[in-house]
């Protein structure tokens, strides 16, 4: 132990002392904790001064048995970049794996740019794992390396977490990454090997993926499901079983091995109408997907039991709309009578989704039900039903959706209108070619009509969909029936809705300040908290006039009133206040 104390680091740095530093590498005192901690400083300090001096003692510190201190050595040699310490880096490279000193090892060497490094940087692509093989590949990058088409391109790409490069070179990088799945710790990278394993369709990967459906994390189950799916292979039916049985509770994992069953078809039915008749043994995730899953299978062995869920009223809401989905995408005309029944079920989401089957089944008999579910209380079934009668494809259908242009609901107007351009049809007068324009929201279309669309836009401007107003609004500005401040008013409306007591005075007090010329653009001074400091004048008076409707349309007068107290008697409310005047029973 010195006589004199541990020696200064942050002094021996301040003044470049090398010797002093690298003197203190070999500082002993009876407390190994400080003796490491003072050799980490100095360490570092040595490779932030950068000197080439400290670059022999570093290398020694490389064969150190202390992995911590190898790897501020490594780093500092980085930092000074001397190209001595290539060959004792590749050598520490070519020790006993340890990830973060493979990182510093390679970051260094990335620094250095040495091309010496390139071959055993490649070579350890292999064998490094997380940080430090992302370390690797961004060496590699630094000395200009290109990787090729083949499995040390693919593992590069893998390293740099491109797996679409990876994808991007086929067959070849198959075996590459089918060890990443089996083996790598980071469950990221499993679940990322299980989906470019999936897109790249090769049946090699078959065996790999089935053994992945035990992995430890559900998510990679569930990846490793989605890719088992695009290979239809039979082999899977059981493993896909198992594996949901253990997490049919977890909705990702439900969903994946289900739809893998649906897309290997035929084989999987049995398996997946029992997951769906099983109350017990399975979660309602699994059922419910596994609904779904039969009716992707095309199989007529499904139709039965999805009828017979959708018939059945004391089956969860949720299985039953699940079921009539199925019924749809299996396209059977068996099941249609059963799904007039369910359109009349006194559950919305239960309606709604039968008349999306419906649709995709497209049998004429379906065609006078949806017509009457036209005039369903929610909008949700009329939406579906307007569509549904456009696939059916029906011409007596066109009467009943021009009935529909007038829904109250913009979605369910818009839903008519593109039924019935997929029934060919085209307006036959202005009146119902305005009707129909806005249905469709073109109002392009209803300026070019002009002034015969003025009052059919007047009323869209009161329309309950925020977006139907802005188009109707600004479409009549074009047309010059409404001037500018009027067209800002009605498209803020559905902001001003939104703002808090706060946002409105802010807006308030900003105008008084223009009104009475004291704004930052007249004055030079900040207001500090003001968003709206850039906002034109008539940018402002339109969002007051906003905010005036707002608070009649809450409270009235009293709460108009209410808030406009709160300005204080600030320069300008006045001006504000004349303003307001005529906005319910506000008097200016």
């Known amino acids: 132990m010195s006589l004199f104390g541990p020696p200064d680091i942050y002094k021996l740095e301040a003044k470049r002392d090398v010797n002093g530093l690298i003197k203190a590498l070999g500082y002993k005192t009876n407390d190994q904790l400080d003796q490491r901690h003072l050799r980490e400083a100095a360490l570092k300090a040595l490779g932030r001064v950068g000197d080439t001096r400290a670059a022999e003692p570093l290398m020694a510190i490389l064969k150190d048995q202390d992995h911590l201190l190898k790897w501020y050595a490594a780093e500092a040699l980085g930092q000074i970049r001397d190209t001595r310490a290539v060959e004792p880096l590749i050598a520490t490279l070519g020790g006993s794996y340890n990830e973060n000193l493979y990182k510093y090892a390679a970051e260094a060497l990335g620094k250095i740019r040495d091309t010496r490094a390139v071959k055993p940087l490649v070579d350890s692509l292999n064998s490094t794992t997380g940080d430090a093989r992302m370390a690797v590949a961004v060496a590699l990058d630094k000395l200009g390396w290109q990787p090729d088409k083949d499995e040390t391109g693919a593992v590069y790409w893998i390293a740099k977490g491109q797996w679409d490069k990876c994808v991007e070179i086929g067959p070849l990088a198959v075996p590459k990454i089918i060890g990443y799945l089996k083996y790598d710790e ?128 004391d089956w969860p809401v949720r ?130 009509i002009g002034v015969d669309a003025v009052g059919l836009l007047s009323a869209a401007v009161e329309d309950k969909n925020a977006d139907v107003r802005k188009g109707a609004a600004e479409a009549l500005g074009r047309l010059g029936i409404l001037k500018e401040d009027e067209v800002s008013r009605i498209t803020s409306q559905p902001f001003v809705k939104t703002m808090t007591e706060e946002e409105m005075l802010d807006v308030l007090k900003e105008l008084c300040r223009a009104y009475a010329n004291e704004r930052a653009a007249d004055t030079g001074l900040i207001i500090v908290g003001s968003k709206y400091a850039k906002s034109s004048t008539k940018e402002l008076e339109s969002l007051a006039m906003c905010i005036a409707h707002e608070l009649n349309l809450r409270g009235g007068v009293q709460e108009m009133r209410r808030l406009w107290n709160k300005l204080e008697g600030k320069r300008g409310s006045r001006t504000l206040d004349m303003l307001w005047d005529g906005i319910g029973d506000w008097r200016g």
């Open 186 to 313: 980071d469950y990221e990278v499993r679940r990322a090997a299980a989906d470019a394993l999936g897109t790249i369709g090769d049946t090699r990967a078959v065996d790999t993926l089935i053994a992945a459906l035990t992995d430890r994390d559900a998510t990679v189950v569930e990846h490793v499901a989605w890719a088992i799916g695009k290979f239809r292979d039979a082999r899977a039916v059981e493993p896909l079983i198992v594996a949901l049985k253990g997490r049919s509770n977890v909705g990702n994992v439900a969903e994946g091995t289900t739809w893998a069953l649906g897309q290997i078809g035929s084989p999987a039915v049995d398996a997946l109408i029992s997951i769906f008749n099983k109350e017990y043994a399975y979660h309602d995730a699994a059922r419910e997907a596994a609904a779904t899953a039969l009716g992707a299978t095309r199989d007529a062995r499904a139709v039965h039991p999805l009828v017979a869920a959708v018939q059945d009223k």
């Open 319 to 448: 299985l039953r709309r699940a079921a009539a989905a199925g019924l749809g995408e299996l396209g059977d005309v068996q099941a249609v009578a059963s799904l007039l029944v369910a359109l009349m079920a006194k559950e919305e989401d239960v309606r709604e989704v039968t008349a999306e089957a419906l649709g995709k089944i497209r049998d004429s008999h379906s065609l006078g039900p949806l017509i009457a579910s036209l005039n369903d209380p929610s909008e949700n079934v009329r939406k579906a039903a307007a569509l549904a009668v456009g696939k059916i494809g029906d011409r007596l259908a066109v009467q009943p959706l021009l009935s529909v242009l007038n829904d109250p609901i913009a979605e369910v107007r818009q839903a008519a209108a593109e039924a019935l351009d997929s029934l060919s049809w085209q307006p036959d007068t202005v009146e119902t070619r305005v009707t129909y324009s806005i249905a469709k929201r073109l109002w392009d279309e209803c300026v070019e």
